[in-house]
């Protein structure tokens, strides 16, 4: 049955030897027309165009024949063929070096992108810009994904604006566009929304803004399209969807749980509202206890706390995220808690005990920063009755035992702008005897209330007689 | 008889166009071309020498004399030039059409061959290459051809980089290899050289062509070269690596001269004869041919043509000396112009903007195309009060002999216009865009030097850039010409010691 198989063989070689020969004769074909001995005849088009190919043929034939013909070349021909080397190799290797380019295009652009991965998770904002730029124009490589990479490095890159301008171009309203992108410019009018100065019918355009891209945001966790859709649901005015549908996130994801918060004080639900702080607080502490070198839970059990309004607590929280990072980011997070504090305290009705401890503490801090000159303005240039109840509540934290320089240097301030020199002088030497270098902090401080207190005419004349000298004060002397 | 008459009337019409002439001697003077004007003469010189020296007419035997055909040609094209010289008010041309007259006239007195006649011409017509309102699209296309190139190397060679038009940027490094992408160096005597080697050689155009391509072949390939060396040496460094650009240069015109001549013995070697016995036969062949080729002499009406030309381009002159069209003198140095534009003093802030020297400039280069060689580049910042958003640039550009396209600076790193160029006023106005987020309102004027504003002259370029994320509004460009305005008003203010010095350049 398979006999025919042993002839096989032969009849391959014959099939290839046939193709081979009308392959040559095709070519052959094309060469002889190039032959144009009889050029001298008149010929019509076909013909001439017949000629020109076949002439086109043999000049490619020569051409690809030159590198070995030439060395058959005599005399001055030969003598060019040598000398043409140079030009011959060079110019096929640049021939070669752009087809090389040419034809491996994709794979040199994957290698940026993946540079521009790398940067993205280094936070190298301006180096992942940079060889984004080799990529972001070409229309057939950069697609929404890689443009939406371009606008996470460009906001890295401190250029917000392009990045909008990127995301808002990858979420249009008259085509599909990135799920991402949609979830960003929906979240965006939620945030739009939230502001108050808002007309009716700008509300409703930016509801119907918010429903379009809502209904096509994808590429995020799904609880996080739920927030959206609860708050979608609120300014819908279907407040008890909104709840339940937050209150599921929030069952699943403790992390919302300021959000959540913040939605019950709008829904009038401040018992709950405190009960979803408790808790959060709470799921957060246990997570932190588990794995302390997680920034995220101690950001948000700081400011769970803050939300409570345990201000110390969430102190010792940011404190011991220093003790464990030693970093500029958590020396950040504690004074811009503590600045919500100052703020908190500052808000009427005054909390002094509060505005005392932030002063002392930012005085510790931030020596004779703008924050510090801020905070003594605020707390110090006014009334004497006010002034006064912080002289108290001063006296009270030193008797508590807190940071005593800075106190008595609080207690010298309050007592200068009271118009009690004596005590102000005590109160100053006090603090540059535990502590020497108060004095030079004092002599700024005093220069910045001087100026500080300009419109009060009582209070700058105080601070105006106030001067303090270097050497005034023994620190030796108790 | 004919020929003397030719002669005579080829004076009379280069003798009518001295003022022109003389004006733009003095402009290349003023522009400092001396490098270039003295290349110039040089290749001239020699390839009057080699037509007419015994020992370098080594292609005087099969060289028959001009046809009057072919002078008629090559005098009509004279006659084009000289009308648009006229009619668009600008030297050059004429100077051109002089040029190719006095080529004429000497070609025809020494005896020289058309192909010869041809090579003169062309150098004729290249003395003010520089001037070339065209140079900067040349510079911009070879330099982009040249820069892609260094790419492919760089891709190659595996360095990270990017490109802002026809200028590279590396990944690690945040600032633009602005000085090796500042166009093609050594062009003008690379092309002197090749035409001055065209002529000696006896070549005709189609082989000259060839020559030609060749030589801006290798002279893109090589400065994409040294771009891309440059790159690798300067990649991953956070200092700008410094080199003589000198020697830079003078190997690159070494190794483009090279690979050009070694093109030329490609040609040689692949279209001449298989052998040196054929090639005796084929010259013979040629001998014969042209022997047999015989000229139109004994008709009349060809030199008609040509001496009625010949009147009109005379004519053109002399109505140019009556008219007083190019007599206004040029008592002007370069120096005191640069002097003067140095010495301009900007308000510090003006209607909400607060005007300072700029403290980065990544976008700002020098061009090998420059038209004089102390060509500088100014920039202020603009920065806002609370009340505007964004932020805008004053820049200038010159000294300029010849202004080119007002958005050269723009397209050269890659903005591509958005709308068309408008124009009010002799201010030119137009949006760009780059990339995807890139968006650009340009307000551009060239403001004269010194004095008369019918005339091309020095100028300065003076720009306000206004670069955003967003669309710039129709309010803000209105506002952003409005705040152009008062500054071109307040620069020309000060520029405007024309009167003073006397007469204008132009």
């Given amino acids: 049955m398979l006999r025919f198989l042993t002839d096989l063989p032969i009849r391959i070689i014959a099939w290839i030897s046939d193709l081979l020969e009308i392959t040559l004769r095709f070519f052959a074909g094309f060469?002889?027309?190039?032959?144009?001995?009889?050029?001298?005849?008149?010929?019509?088009?076909?013909?001439?165009?017949?000629?020109?190919?076949?002439?086109?043929?043999?000049?490619?034939?020569?051409?690809?024949?030159?590198?070995?013909a030439g060395f058959f070349y005599r005399g001055k021909r030969r003598q060019a063929f040598l000398c043409s080397i140079p030009f011959c190799v060079l110019a096929s290797s640049v021939m070669a070096s752009c087809l090389l380019v040419a034809f491996n295009r994709e794979r040199i652009l994957n290698r940026y992108l993946a540079r521009v991965q790398n940067a993205y998770s280094k936070q190298d904002g301006p180096k992942g810009v940079r060889a984004a730029m080799r990529w972001i124009g070409d229309t057939e490589y950069a697609n929404a994904?890689?443009?939406?990479?371009?606008?996470?490095?460009?906001?890295?890159?401190?250029?917000?604006?392009?990045?909008?301008?990127?995301?808002?171009?990858?979420?249009?309203?008259d085509s599909t566009g990135l799920g991402i992108a949609h979830f960003w410019k929906a979240s965006q009018c939620v945030g739009?929304?939230?502001?108050?100065?808002?007309g009716e019918s700008q509300r409703i355009e930016l509801l119907e803004d918010l429903d379009w891209h809502l209904e096509r945001a994808s590429g995020v966790r799904p609880e996080q399209i739920a927030l959206l859709e609860s708050m979608k649901a609120y300014w819908d005015g279907r407040l008890d969807e909104a709840e339940s549908k937050y209150r599921k996130v929030f069952e699943s994801d403790f992390s919302q749980s300021l959000g959540f918060a913040a939605l019950l004080k709008r829904l009038g639900k401040d018992q709950e509202r405190q009960a979803v702080l408790r808790t959060g607080a709470e799921r957060m502490g246990e997570g932190l206890r588990s794995d302390p070198w997680n920034?995220?839970?101690?950001?948000?059990?700081?400011?769970?706390?803050?939300?409570?309004?345990?201000?110390g607590r969430a102190e010792q929280v940011n404190l011991e995220g220093y003790k464990i990072h030693r970093d500029q980011d958590s020396i950040d997070a504690y004074l811009a808690s503590m600045e919500r504090r100052a703020e908190a305290a500052l808000k009427e009705p005054r909390d002094l005990r509060e505005v005392a401890y932030c002063l002392v503490k930012f005085l510790r801090t931030s020596r004779?920063?703008?924050?510090?000159?801020?905070?003594?303005?605020?707390?110090?240039?006014?009334?004497?009755?006010?002034?006064?109840?912080?002289?108290?509540?001063?006296?009270?934290?030193?008797?508590?035992?807190?940071d005593l320089p800075m106190v008595h240097l609080s207690l010298s301030f309050c007592k200068g702008l009271s118009g009690d020199d004596t005590s102000r002088d005590w109160h100053l030497e006090q603090a540059c005897r535990y502590e020497p270098s108060?004095?030079?902090?004092?002599?700024?401080?005093?220069?910045?209330?001087?100026?500080?207190s300009k419109n009060q005419q009582q209070m700058h004349e105080r601070m105006k007689r106030w001067q303090v000298l270097e050497g005034s004060i023994d620190p030796k002397k108790r | 008889m004919d020929k003397k008459i030719t002669i005579g009337l080829l004076i009379a019409a280069v003798a009518m166009q001295t003022t022109a002439i003389g004006l733009m001697l003095k402009q290349i003077a003023f522009a400092g071309l001396s490098m270039d004007l003295a290349l110039f003469f040089l290749a001239f010189a020699l390839m009057v020498l080699t037509g007419m020296v015994t020992p370098f007419s080594r292609s005087s035997t099969d060289e028959h004399p001009i046809r009057a055909r072919y002078l008629i040609l090559f005098v009509s094209a004279a006659v084009g030039t000289c009308l648009l010289g006229v009619l668009s008010n600008d030297p050059v041309w004429v100077f051109r059409a002089a040029g190719l007259c006095f080529a004429a006239l000497i070609a025809l007195v020494a005896g020289f061959s058309t192909n010869r006649l041809f090579y003169l011409g062309l150098v004729l017509c290249m003395v003010p290459l520089s001037l070339w309102k065209t140079a900067p699209w040349v510079h911009s296309l070879a330099q982009w051809l040249a820069s892609s190139f260094a790419g492919c190397l760089l891709d190659i060679y595996k360095v990270f980089y990017f490109a802002k038009g026809n200028v590279i940027g590396l990944v690690s490094t945040d600032f633009l290899q602005n000085e090796s992408c500042s166009g093609l160096r050594l062009i003008y005597p690379m092309i002197l050289l090749a035409i001055a080697y065209g002529c000696f050689n006896g070549y005709r155009f189609p082989r000259f062509l060839y020559l030609l391509c060749v030589l801006l072949f290798w002279a893109i390939v090589s400065q994409g070269a040294w771009i891309a060396v440059e790159a690798i040496m300067q990649d991953r460094q956070s200092t700008k690596v410094s080199y003589n650009s000198g020697t830079v240069s003078v190997i690159l015109f070494a190794s483009v001269t090279l690979l050009t001549w070694s093109g030329d013995q490609f040609f040689s070697a692949f279209f001449g004869p298989s052998s040196d016995k054929e090639s005796e036969t084929s010259i013979d062949a040629k001998k014969i041919e042209l022997t047999n080729d015989k000229d139109i002499s004994d008709s009349k009406v060809p030199w008609m043509v040509l001496w009625s030309m010949l009147v009109g381009i005379a004519f053109l002159g002399g109505w140019s000396i009556y008219k007083g069209q190019w007599a206004q003198g040029l008592n002007l140095r370069q120096y005191e112009a640069i002097s003067a534009v140095e010495s301009l003093k900007l308000e510090s802030a003006v209607e909400g903007w607060k005007i300072g020297p700029a403290t980065k400039s990544t976008e700002s280069f020098s061009p090998v195309f420059r038209q004089t060689p102390d060509w500088k580049h100014w920039e202020w910042d603009l920065t806002p009060d609370q009340s505007r958003e964004g932020s805008m640039k004053l820049r200038i550009d010159g000294i300029w002999i010849a202004l080119p396209r007002p958005d050269w600076?723009?397209?050269?790193?890659g903005w591509k216009p958005d709308l068309v160029l408008s124009e009010d006023n002799g201010s030119f106005s137009f949006a760009l865009k780059r990339s995807i987020v890139e968006e650009a309102y340009v307000v551009t004027k060239g403001v004269r030097v010194v004095g008369d504003s019918t005339l091309p002259g020095p100028v300065v370029q003076v720009s306000l850039v206004h670069e955003s994320v967003?669309?710039?509004?129709?309010?803000?460009?209105?506002?952003?010409?409005?705040?152009?305005?008062?500054?071109?008003e307040a620069i020309e203010k000060q520029l405007d010691f024309g009167a003073a010095i006397g007469d204008s350049i132009r």
């Fill in chain 2, 470 to 488: 967003r669309p710039i509004t129709e309010k803000q460009r209105k506002e952003h010409k409005e705040l152009h305005a008062r500054g071109v």
């Fill in chain 1, 438 to 452: 108060t004095l030079g902090l004092a002599q700024s401080l005093i220069v910045a209330m001087q100026e500080a």
């Fill in chain 2, 409 to 413: 600076l723009w397209r050269w790193y």
């Fill in chain 1, 295 to 311: 920034r995220a839970y101690r950001v948000q059990l700081a400011s769970l706390y803050e939300a409570l309004g345990e201000w």
């Fill in chain 1, 368 to 402: 004779a920063g703008p924050r510090v000159q801020d905070i003594m303005v605020r707390s110090l240039l006014r009334p004497q009755s006010e002034l006064l109840e912080l002289q108290k509540q001063l006296q009270q934290w030193l008797v508590e035992g807190l």
């Fill in chain 1, 145 to 173: 994904d890689r443009k939406f990479l371009y606008s996470l490095v460009e906001i890295q890159n401190g250029n917000a604006g392009s990045a909008e301008r990127i995301l808002e171009g990858l979420s249009p309203r």
């Fill in chain 1, 192 to 198: 739009k929304l939230e502001e108050s100065n808002l």
């Fill in chain 1, 31 to 68: 060469l002889d027309r190039g032959n144009f001995e009889d050029s001298g005849h008149p010929v019509g088009l076909y013909r001439s165009l017949n000629r020109k190919l076949g002439q086109f043929f043999w000049f490619l034939a020569k051409l690809i024949s030159y590198p070995i």
